[in-house]
């Protein structure tokens, strides 16, 4: 006879799941180190409601005010939600050097305190690699795509990988852009991918939603389309193009993930 499987329960299971996750991990080397010197503020606001115009008024002063040339940044975009109803806003930031970088993102958001209901969501990033549909550019200047262009649709991805398999995620995601090249999708303006280089927190990594287990490297994909239409399409037809590496990838890239990813849809409103 075989022995009866022994059932525990579901508090049981994740709490032996969470025990085995806990233990000190060491996240796989990454293939390539990050050629750019270049840095990505990320920010995601809620605006109070009723207070979304207000909100929207300060981070278009605070994008067109002289004094912040300062801080060295070379581009500075505000985004709003697709979603007509929606309070939320995002700001998508590049600096040429990460302390001076730090002194902005702290500064903006103390301007900001009086029109969100809660503290916003934070990150400084490094700029790793931009694809365009001229091909995949290894050394971005920060300026590659969409540069002072306003009304086109971006998305914002965070990804948080299971350090153990951290190497087979960003291969995979570097498949995807490489897929995304051969498509060449229509609108397709380009795609940032960033990271925080080094393992944080998962209060830092998701200070609001399901967060990961273990301390991991943050992922973030941004992308640009002409139309919310135009991106929605890029999705739907990199789905039915009948390529089985795309489905191998797409397991790999799912799977190596801690929690689900993270996507926000915005449209440009200011691009300076």
Known sequence: MHPTPKIIGFAAALSLLGAFLSQEV???????????????????????????NALERE???????????????????????????????????????????????NARLNRVKDYVRRAPESHLLRLETSYTPSGKI????????????????????????????????????ADVKQMTLRLSPKGW???????????????????YTPRPIVATTLSTNYAEYTSFENAENAYLNRQH????????????????????????????IANQ
Do not use: C, W
Request: proline share 8%; glycine share 8%.
């Open 138 to 173: 290894g050394e971005p200047n920060g300026k590659d795509f969409g540069y002072k262009e306003i009304g086109q649709t971006a998305h914002i991805f965070f990804g948080l990988p299971d350090p153990n398999y951290g190497e087979e995620y960003f291969e995979a995601l």
């Open 26 to 52: 060491t996240a796989r080397p990454r293939s390539q180190v990050p050629p750019s010197n270049i840095y990505a503020g990320v920010i995601i606001y809620d605006a109070i409601p009723g207070q979304e």
């Open 59 to 105: 981070l278009m002063a605070d994008m067109s005010s002289a004094e912040n040339r300062r801080f060295g940044i070379i581009n500075d975009r505000a985004l709003r939600s697709v979603d007509p109803i929606s309070s939320q806003f995002a700001t998508y930031t590049k600096f040429s050097d990460a302390a001076d970088a730090e002194r902005f993102l």
């Open 241 to 268: 193009i009948g390529d089985p590496s795309l489905i191998e990838v797409q397991r790999v890239f799912t799977g190596a993930l801690q929690i689900p990813a993270r996507l926000y849809i915005f449209r440009v």
């Open 189 to 207: 303006l380009g795609d940032d991918l960033l990271s925080s280089g080094s393992a944080l927190q998962p209060e830092s990594l998701a200070p």
